[in-house]
């Protein structure tokens, strides 16, 4: 296997990845909840993980501000977030392996643990 280089690395990685999320425990939320256009989301997906792991395109999205209406709907909780970066790593094993892949890995964990706290945080917030 080799690691994670170019933006055709980006492409199979991101697509094989949503290609479990559609199937999984979390698929309702893009399928059901969102109700994701793939063919626009998976781009901006690809732009932004080209962002993160390779700092060569602005990302001009809003992860945070794309996923409070859905936790408005359906509380996106722990367990989720712990459920979509187990399918990231796995994902990430299955294809590549190196320090990007290792770097996409833990990129990944740090935003699964902060959408996990403002998604907890907001929540309890909406409670009171």
């Given at each position: 296997?080799?690691?994670?280089?170019?933006?055709?690395?980006?492409?199979?990685?991101?697509?094989?990845?949503?290609?479990?999320?559609?199937?999984?425990?979390?698929?309702?939320?893009?399928?059901e909840?969102?109700?994701?256009?793939?063919?626009?989301?998976?781009?901006?997906?690809?732009?932004?993980?080209?962002?993160?792991?390779?700092?060569?395109?602005?990302?001009?999205?809003?992860?945070?501000?794309?996923?409070?209406?859905?936790?408005?709907?359906?509380?996106?909780?722990?367990?989720?977030?712990?459920?979509?970066l187990?399918?990231?790593?796995?994902?990430?094993?299955?294809n590549?392996?190196g320090?990007?892949?290792?770097?996409?890995?833990?990129?990944?964990?740090?935003?699964?643990?902060?959408?996990?706290?403002?998604?907890?945080?907001?929540?309890?917030?909406?409670?009171?």
């Amino acid at each position: 296997m080799k690691d994670i280089v170019s933006q055709d690395d980006i492409q199979v990685l991101v697509n094989s990845f949503y290609d479990k999320v559609k199937t999984s425990e979390i698929g309702f939320f893009f399928e059901e909840i969102a109700k994701v256009n793939w063919e626009k989301h998976l781009p901006k997906m690809y732009i932004f993980w080209e962002s993160v792991l390779f700092a060569t395109v602005k990302f001009d999205g809003n992860p945070m501000g794309a996923h409070f209406p859905i936790n408005e709907i359906i509380p996106m909780e722990k367990k989720h977030f712990e459920a979509w970066l187990q399918l990231w790593k796995e994902t990430v094993d299955e294809n590549f392996f190196g320090e990007m892949a290792e770097s996409a890995k833990n990129k990944a964990e740090n935003i699964a643990k902060l959408m996990s706290f403002k998604m907890e945080t907001e929540t309890k917030l909406k409670a009171k």
